[in-house]
């Protein structure tokens, strides 16, 4: 199973990224569908976070630092789930990693600058 995340890079405070993740490999569609995509995000010397999850029915838990500024979805005909990131902070800076179960991406940096 492989996860790819894209999207990521420089933007400035108050702007706006769109992170997606695809899956592929070595697991059924109707599988992964029923089970809960994360995304998480990781500043070095500190615990990996968890930023956003979306469960099969789509129900959704974020973060209390990112509510009402990132949305997660995921588009279970195409194995992919996404990340949009509005009115974006320094303090959002790190990588950002898709996840499912044990498997994780590679993750993709988020660089807000001020």
């Known amino acids: 199973v492989q996860l790819v995340e894209s999207g990521g890079g420089l933007v400035q405070s108050g702007g706006s990224l769109t992170l997606s993740c695809a899956v592929s490999?070595?697991?059924?569609?109707?599988?992964?569908?029923?089970?809960?995509m994360n995304w998480h995000r990781q500043v070095p010397g500190k615990q990996r976070e968890l930023v956003a999850r979306?469960?099969?029915?789509?129900?959704?838990n974020y973060a209390d630092s990112v509510k009402s500024r990132f949305t997660i979805s995921r588009d279970n005909a195409k194995n992919m789930v996404y990340l949009q990131m509005n009115s974006l902070k320094p303090e959002d800076t790190t990588v950002y990693y898709c996840?499912?179960?044990?498997?994780w991406g590679q993750g993709t940096q988020i660089t807000v600058s001020s």
């Open positions: 490999g070595g697991i059924f569609r109707s599988i992964l569908s029923s089970i809960p």
């Open positions: 996840d499912f179960s044990t498997y």
């Open positions: 979306i469960f099969s029915g789509g129900s959704t």
